[in-house]
């Protein structure tokens, strides 16, 4: 089982700014199985209406800075957080997580990428 987490701001089309990540490959990810969700510096709710608005079922909404919940909460074999800051780097690796600079993702298909 694989876990992805998203910022929003700066790592997603759908936030403020934009980022390179599509709302097309969060959906594709939970095509496959999964575990997918948030975790950005916006509040809980804010992260909730947003996968609302684009009628994405999440399983998880998280602070940034409680990215250990997470992990604790759904187990699986690999915990990948995507993210376009140091700040989300910081608390992705200290939670546990491989991290991934959302400009930096590996080319689809290579070794690295969420598929």
Do not use: N
Request: glycine share 8%; hydrophobic share 40%.
């Amino acid at each position: 089982m694989t876990l992805v987490s998203f910022d929003i701001d700066g790592t997603l089309v759908a936030g403020d700014p934009p980022g390179a990540v599509t709302l097309e490959m969060v959906q594709r990810a939970k095509a496959r199985g999964y575990i997918v969700g948030s975790c950005s510096d916006r509040t809980l709710r804010d992260q909730s209406e947003l996968w609302q608005r684009h009628a994405i079922e999440v399983d998880f909404v998280c602070l940034k800075h409680r990215l250990e919940d997470v992990r604790e909460r759904f187990p699986a074999r690999r915990y990948l957080h995507i993210g376009d800051t140091e700040v989300d780097r910081y608390y992705a690796t200290r939670a546990g997580f491989e991290f991934c600079l959302v400009y930096e993702l590996p080319a689809e298909g290579t070794q690295g990428w969420i598929f």
